[in-house]
């Protein structure tokens, strides 16, 4: 099994892909480095267990900085699970139309699709927040990077609505 769980000293939990240790963030979710992706198939990764890409594929594909990204099993054991928050700050948005009225386009999207789960926008002064998730389906010959690939396009298709308005 590339992906083993143990307890340390400390009975806290470890995760071992390809025998080396895997750091956690402050959510307990494991950050997984390309390298590793390339290795592993979405069987390999163990139930119960979110993981958040680092960094980019060997190919040059990565998710969007505005996009905190993470994925687990699905709750059939072909699936992967992807949940996504993305923080865009006003400071920062450089696109042809007001942020705002590219985030309700997006939200509009999310809530009538049938490729996404909405869950939340909240707008604060500095910025404004989407959550969502969505699943995809793994065939046993798929590797890792081709499902997060997939992701991948998924999202860049979303983040073009709103420069149509």
């Known amino acids: 099994m590339y992906v083993q769980l143990q307890k340390d000293a400390q009975g806290q939990l470890e995760i071992i892909v390809l025998g080396e240790k895997v750091q956690l963030d402050s959510n307990n979710v494991a950050l997984l480095s390309g390298r590793w992706a390339e290795a592993l198939k ?4 163990p139930n119960g267990i979110s993981f958040r890409l680092v960094g980019e594929l060997s190919n040059g594909l990565g998710f969007f900085k505005e996009d905190h990204v993470t994925f ?7 699936s992967l699970e992807f949940k996504v928050s993305s923080i865009y700050y006003y400071h920062e948005w450089d696109g042809m139309f007001s942020l705002d ?5 997006r939200k509009l999207v999310l809530q009538q699709s049938d ?16 959550r969502f998730c969505f ?21 860049s298709c979303l983040e073009g609505y709103g420069y149509t308005m």
């Not at 009225?101 to 386009?105: G, P, Q, S, V």
Request: overall charge negative.
């Open 72 to 78: 687990s099993r699905g709750k059939n054991g072909t």
């Open 135 to 155: 699943e995809l389906e793994s065939t046993e010959d798929q590797s890792l990077v081709e499902i997060l690939e997939m992701a991948m396009i998924r999202l």
């Open 42 to 45: 979405p069987s390999d990764l």
């Open 101 to 105: 009225d590219t985030i309700l386009k």
């Open 115 to 130: 490729q996404f789960t909405f869950i939340a926008h909240v707008k604060k002064e500095k910025c404004t927040h989407l």
